[in-house]
């Protein structure tokens, strides 16, 4: 029982004790049912008649299955519940034990867990990158990445933003084991955030008006000389690659942030070059070997700026850069030498 | 019942606009139903499913104007599928071939094709008016066809529409005869126009009161045209782009200043922020400003332009004014009615520049303040609580924190407690879209207290089904309920099928409601169609009833299945 204790305590919140207190003075039916995680309101404005026997049941239920969980921790959230919302847990007890079609959490369990709510955390992430997963059985139900991301406000904020593709690998086992992609995730979180996880008509905006403001930006960008709000879509080529990409400058502040979002994006090129491209002389590459090609020296990453000069990326501050920079251009280091004539003659031929 | 003649009650009734009275006073007895229904010239239909053009017509045979509505509101939000429905040719085809003399077309959220617009052009000799409001499927032929073939067109007006834009012509389609134009609003396209026919258009239309430019309109046009319709109402600038040192820009000051009547003011899709002065002369007079397309209008300078805008009623802006902003439009703005604040920057969560400090400052200065749209970073209980004292006049509160289950962050509670103040103290409240960490608690309030409640939007929140249960319960005048991503399941749905019926519809997706369960809902339900819809192919592979829905719509209807859903829609 202790675990799920120290978890609490060390979310944060002392809320261990109010609730209690809370619950005692709202409790007319005189039943205390003490549980660690904060389950133990039985106060209800609308009574519906619940038997408490029944209720004690499903609560010490409830308090069987949290444990059963792996590392589940979001008893503030419980907490938070019972002191405001007496009748929360009358409806916990009426919520019966259903099975969850991927095999993990039972709604009983999610309110438990969660309050019900599926993790905003993931639900992003999982509607996001795969479109099946918009089915709604098999996104998976509230794990315990929510709890965690609402005990700290400031968790909560890191949460939300979510590695893309890394992310499909992580949601995955999260139908298995919510605790452990929970733990990677908030480390992955805090670690750099990159790109954006988005959850399908969030925030509820009108497709038009996201559009045109998009173009907004970009065209008083150009107007003013000026970063205004909104996104700063840049193209990003690669000697070799058979198509381009595009990322946001927006959403990194350090080149670093760039540098690696980069390395994800193109990672599929130069693992593939070995075959697809026949360029001779290249061994296949593993994923270690990844890093050192950009920060290393196979590749340089060059920007084209507002004059027109093929730069290297990196001798100006982060602002600066973002303020002028055009196009992201991943070089090869011999042809980078030199970077003024040469390397311009080079992109030419490319474009 | 029948104290009078047929042509008084007739007369009595021209007095009775309002489409609920309408509706209310056909239901008194058969003789009224008579003589409402001939009189009647302007009908609305909510969902444009619930009825079929044939029996409209049969019923209404002096209609006029009618307005209609296709896709469910989520749909803005690209959640319904493409083409999920909502054409509009039918309506026009059964229009045309009746002797309905149609004046007035006004569309939200539909599916309308050039061919239908062409076909409109051509059948109604006295058409005046076309309103589309967030519609798709036309491009810019079928306006040259409605700008040639009306000839007594009188307001086009394109809001947010997804217009495909072949570029240009089409504004030369207005025969010289053209006159009558009241009204034009292009401001949702994104193509080129030809300027000079815009400019004789103007020229040629003297009884032009509202006209709202798209981006390619330039500032120096943008001064023709002032100088050609000086008694312009409402205004819509394209782009505001220009060197505050050249002749064009003084021009433009002397044209502005010509138009004493100018009342509402939108559009600055590109703006040079340091031109705002020009504007000034005519800010004491506006009672409406739409800033919310124009990021480039930010700081000071904008705060400059708030604080000539003495009269403001309805502001719409950008989250980057900032509270600070925000507290500037407190203190000037005291006749505000309506605030909209759109986020800049959506998708980026961490970067909304307005919190729950603004709201409180607006609500404290502009205590007439009604509807609200705020997008913010955060929200706590005690602003929302403060914001019921301050302004118990809400009829509609949409809230929408960019982090959809974001706690109080002071508190770390849900914001239940907040929103129950709202629904509490403001008792006339129509609309309400909530965001935030929500428990069925905040159901519970608004069971309890929202009295007026016609439309809820729900997202991410509640614990278990009695949230839904106490809205259905609580809240008579429920006519929308959409719901996204909470935990509602089959007992709430069936708990009372027969409330469906008196709400145009409902949403639900990314619930926890099984096949079974909405297949129950249809079963005992006939007046309903529920719709599964279901990309995924879900459905076809596994008919399973416990299976879970991921999205159905359902509403009432008199005419049963449409016949024009697409495969992936299941009607049950």
């Not at chain 2, 491009?139 to 834009?165: H, P």
């Not at chain 2, 965001?435 to 991410?460: K, N, R, W």
Request: charged letters at 25%; proline letters at 5%; a neutral charge.
């Amino acid at each position: 029982m202790s675990p799920p204790l120290l978890g609490v305590e060390e979310e944060g919140q002392s809320r261990v004790s109010s609730p209690s207190v809370e619950c005692i003075s709202h409790n007319g039916l005189g039943i205390r049912e003490r549980n660690y995680l904060g389950l133990s309101d039985f106060c209800s404005v609308d009574s519906s008649g619940v038997p408490d026997d029944n209720g004690n049941n499903l609560n010490l239920k409830a308090t069987e299955l949290r444990l059963g969980l792996p590392g589940s921790q979001s008893p503030e959230r419980e907490t938070e519940h019972c002191f405001l919302n007496s009748g929360k847990l009358d409806e916990k007890t009426l919520f019966p034990l259903l099975p969850s079609k991927d095999g993990i959490c039972s709604s009983f369990q999610k309110s438990a867990v969660t309050g019900n709510k599926r993790g905003f955390s993931e639900v992003k992430g999982t509607i996001y990158t795969e479109k099946k997963w918009m089915g709604h059985g098999a996104v998976p139900d509230s794990q315990s990445l929510q709890p965690v991301s609402h005990g700290k406000y400031s968790v909560a904020q890191a949460s939300v933003k979510k590695d893309g593709p890394a992310n499909v690998v992580q949601e995955q086992p999260c139908t298995s084991n919510g605790t452990k992609v929970n733990r990677t995730d908030i480390s992955n979180n805090s670690s750099a955030p990159t790109a954006k996880a988005q959850v399908v008509g969030w925030p509820p905006i009108r497709s038009f008006r996201t559009k045109t403001l998009t173009t907004s930006s970009k065209n008083n960008d150009e107007v003013d000389g000026k970063p205004g709000p909104g996104t700063l879509f840049v193209k990003v080529s690669m000697d070799g690659a058979p198509y381009l990409r595009k990322v946001d400058l927006r959403m990194y502040s350090t080149y670093q942030e760039l540098s690696s979002a980069l390395e994800k994006m193109f990672s599929c090129f130069t693992l593939g070059q070995c075959g697809a491209h026949g360029t001779p002389g290249k061994e296949i590459l593993s994923e270690s070997k990844l890093k050192d090609l950009l920060h290393g020296s196979e590749y340089v990453l060059t920007y084209e700026d507002k004059d027109g000069d093929w730069m290297l990326v990196g001798d100006v501050p982060w602002e600066m850069f973002i303020e002028t920079c055009r196009r992201l251009k991943i070089m090869k280091s011999a042809d980078a030498i030199g970077l003024a004539p040469k390397a311009m003659d080079k992109s030419k031929k490319d474009c | 019942m029948n104290y009078f003649p047929d042509e008084v009650l007739e007369h009595v009734f021209d007095f009775i606009t309002s489409h609920k009275d309408r509706n209310s006073v056909s239901l008194v007895c058969k003789s009224w139903y008579k003589i409402e229904r001939y009189s009647r010239q302007r009908v609305f239909i909510g969902n444009c499913y619930s009825i079929s053009p044939e029996r409209l017509i049969a019923r209404f045979p002096g209609l006029k104007s009618l307005t209609l509505k296709g896709k469910p509101h989520f749909a803005d939000f690209n959640l319904v599928p493409h083409d999920w429905g909502g054409f509009v040719y039918p309506w026009i085809e059964a229009l045309a071939k009746s002797r309905i003399g149609l004046e007035e077309l006004r569309l939200k959220r539909m599916v309308v094709s050039d061919e239908s617009l062409e076909l409109l052009s051509k059948s109604f000799v006295n058409f005046k008016s076309l309103v589309l409001v967030s519609c798709e499927g036309f491009t810019t032929d079928g306006l040259a066809a409605i700008a040639a073939n009306c000839r007594f067109l009188r307001e086009l007006d394109l809001q947010e529409n997804e217009v495909d834009d072949h570029r240009g012509h089409w504004l030369s389609c207005f025969p010289e005869s053209c006159t009558s134009l009241i009204s034009l609003n292009f401001a949702c396209l994104r193509g080129e126009v030809n300027l000079g026919a815009l400019e004789r258009l103007v020229s040629r239309s003297p009884n032009l009161k509202s006209l709202r430019l798209n981006r390619a309109v330039p500032l120096d046009t943008l001064q023709k045209l002032l100088m050609r319709a000086p008694q312009l109402v409402d205004l819509g600038i394209g782009s505001y782009v220009h060197d505050p040192f050249s002749e064009a820009y003084n021009k433009l000051k002397i044209a502005i200043q010509r138009c004493k009547s100018i009342r509402s003011l939108s559009g600055f899709l590109e703006v040079a922020p340091h031109c705002m002065s020009a504007i000034y002369p005519i800010c004491g007079n506006l009672t409406f400003l739409n800033l919310s397309y124009a990021p480039g209008l930010h700081g000071n300078k904008l705060m400059k332009l708030i604080q000539h805008c003495r009269k403001l009623q309805r502001l719409w802006i950008l989250d980057c004014i900032g509270d600070k902003g925000l507290g500037v439009v407190a203190l000037t703005c005291k006749e505000l009615q309506e605030l909209r604040v759109f986020p800049s920057d959506p998708f980026e969560a961490g970067n909304a520049a307005v919190t729950e400090e603004g709201l409180v400052l607006v609500s404290a200065g502009c205590t007439k303040l009604n509807s609200l749209l705020y997008f913010c970073q955060q929200m706590t209980n005690a602003a929302l609580i403060t914001v019921a004292k301050n302004c118990p006049n809400f009829i509609r509160f949409r809230l929408c924190i960019l982090d959809p289950i974001k706690p109080d962050p002071v508190t770390n509670q849900p914001l239940d407690e907040g929103f129950g103040a709202i629904v509490q103290s403001c008792k006339g409240l129509k609309r309400l879209s909530l965001s935030g960490l929500l428990t069925d608690q905040v159901f519970l309030y608004i069971g309890m207290y929202a009295e007026q409640l016609e439309m809820l939007s729900i997202a991410f929140a509640a614990d278990s089904d009695k949230g839904m249960l106490y809205v259905l319960n609580g809240c008579k005048k429920l006519r929308k309920l959409e719901i996204r991503d909470c935990p509602f399941g089959d007992s709430a749905l069936l708990e009372d099928v027969g409330k469906y019926e008196t709400m145009r519809s409902l949403w639900m997706s990314s619930c926890e409601v099984t096949l079974g369960g909405c297949k129950s809902v249809a079963e005992k339900m006939p007046t309903l169609n529920v719709e599964i819809i279901d990309e995924s192919e879900q459905m076809e592979f596994n008919l399973d009833d416990k299976q879970k829905v991921d999205k159905m719509y359902l509403y009432r209807t008199l005419v049963g299945h449409r016949k024009d859903a697409p495969e992936y829609v299941w009607i049950l």
